[in-house]
């Protein structure tokens, strides 16, 4: 059995080399190495702690993920409908306007139209 696995370099002794090996499992990145070292100084029991950690640590990582792709798509979103409001606001404002002045001038003609009946 290696005491010493990776030359040294892989051990669960202190906390940092610890945490880089577990982030390399969970970012997937060559992690079988480690795993293998791991392995062969330990014992076979250490592929059940790197396939839970692979398992839980990547579907926590890429829900983690999604949940801010979904955030970011939420507030870009209100963003852009508080951008645009503005000027939905004033094109309805202006079309509201315009009707009232087409209801003003329709009703001065039929007021015309009533006068000229009248003298008629």
């Given at each position: 059995v290696n005491e010493k696995p990776l030359g040294g370099l892989l051990n669960f002794e202190h906390f940092g080399v610890a945490m880089l090996t577990i982030l390399q499992t969970i970012l997937l990145q060559d992690w079988e190495r480690p795993m293998i070292a791991v392995m062969q100084a330990t014992g076979g029991g250490a592929a059940?702690?790197?396939?839970?950690?692979?398992?839980i640590g990547s579907l926590f990582l890429f829900e983690y993920t999604v949940a801010i792709l979904c955030m970011t798509f939420v507030e870009v979103s209100k963003q852009e409908n508080e951008e645009t409001m503005p000027e939905r606001g004033a094109d309805q404002l202006l079309m509201q306007i315009q009707l009232n002045s087409l209801d003003q001038q329709s009703a001065a003609v039929q007021d015309v139209a009533d006068a000229s009946r009248q003298d008629a």
């Open positions: 059940i702690h790197f396939v839970l950690i692979v398992v």
